[in-house]
């Protein structure tokens, strides 16, 4: 995709068999429901009268084996079209209660995890609390519309293979990750989402769908107290079903470069070099995004002046990704129209040893902290943005991470980054992609990955 409230006294017998309250220090608290192990957050903001709902779910497409490619991202939308008690086929559908309420509503689904959140009036909280427990536990999965939605995500799935910087990052990670999870496309494989049937889907609902493998998370113009009985109230009774460990495949050490050739009709000249790096709760994702900026974080990056200024390339820009196995650092350049992928990349790897070889020096990463702690502040301003960064650190491993980001980054040191850039920067974890216009008689050929 992409009522009143209720008061009601917290259930001291609940209440005293739970673990007790737990903070970070930065006003969030957190709490586990005795009776199925339920996680909740907590975070007042008192700004305007709204409140903010968020279910987390541990599963996303690493969570998926072969022949069921994309039954993650298919479930989210079936999360929409009826339980047992908001069904729109008798008018009172989960978008037909919210809309008019003015809510923002709607759910993501990606490598680590699917996740729902409603953004509504503090006085309809209550209500968007019995819809998402009623769906987790109550999900209709109707065939016929199962019929019809799959027809929906195909046109979403075919609009991605319309896009080459889509193309691009899909050969990046299928060619970094060749036997991993994350080396398939969140959206999943064509041929298994033409097959999907009721009982797929029912059966990917049934393992992850249920409230010990969930993070509930309240913020707004809600009260701690109120926010632990609300969430006793509608997902306490709620029955846990553990589930033996889900056997993914990991990947092997990366023992050498590995190379990719994407074309697609009119699409810009890209170069991308992409270091395989440890999984998002790894203390060196920190320094890693100091690095990237030092790379390609504004005009006085390193790669800005090494490829814009010489007019080898019109833009660079870095990408980090923070999962909870490890992920990419990606490194990437829009080649100049008069200039060869061969020239950047080459641009690029200068620069990348330079670095390696000379270091860094302490006012380029002050200069990228003070960036990237700008970026945290004025992006957390409102329940919404708040949620959508807290769900990524709770897809990580470890909520807290989202709270303690400022302050992990400002310990970064040259030192730190210097580290990371010989531990990470290195040609047998790298994998080299260009994207190239099929009709650009100058452009390399593809090459099997």
Partial sequence: ???????????????????????????????????????????PMRTAPVALLMLTYDVGSRHEADGVRGASHMLEHMMFKGSAAFDPRRGNGILDLLLPLGAQANATTWYDRTHYFSLVPRDSLELVAQIEADRMNHLN?????????????????????????????????????????????????????????????????????????ATLTVLGDVGRDEAWALAERHFGALPARPQAAFAETPEPEQESERRTVVESAGAPGIVMLAYRTPAGVDPDLDALEV?????????????????????????????????????????????????????????????????????????????AKARIRGSLLTSRDGPLAVAMQLNEAIACGDWRGYAAAADRIAAVSAADVERVAQRYLSDRGLTVAYLVDTFDARAPQAVSA
């Fill in 1 to 43: 995709m992409d009522a009143t409230a209720a008061r009601s006294s917290f259930d001291a017998s609940s209440a005293a068999s739970a673990s007790p309250p737990s903070g970070d220090g930065g006003g969030w608290q957190a709490h586990r429901l005795a009776g199925n192990g339920m996680n909740v957050l907590h975070l």
């Fill in 141 to 213: 999965l109707d065939p016929a519309q199962l019929e019809t939605e799959k027809a929906v995500v195909l046109n979403e799935f075919d609009r991605h293979l319309g896009d080459p910087v889509e193309l691009l990052h899909q050969a990046v990670w299928r060619t970094a990750f060749a036997r991993h999870a994350y080396g398939v496309p969140v959206l999943g494989v064509r041929e298994d989402i033409a097959g999907f049937q009721r009982d797929h889907l029912l059966a990917h609902y049934r393992r992850h769908y249920r409230p010990d493998n």
């Fill in 291 to 367: 690095l990237g900026l030092v790379l390609a974080g504004g005009r006085a990056s390193r790669l800005h002046r090494r490829l814009i200024a010489a007019g080898l390339a019109t833009e660079v820009w870095p990408s980090l990704a923070r999962l909870r196995c490890p992920g990419l650092l990606q490194l990437g350049a829009v080649v100049h129209p008069e200039c060869e992928h061969a020239q950047v990349e080459q641009a690029l790897r200068a620069a990348l040893d330079e670095l390696r070889r000379d270091g860094v020096g302490d006012e380029e990463v002050a200069r």
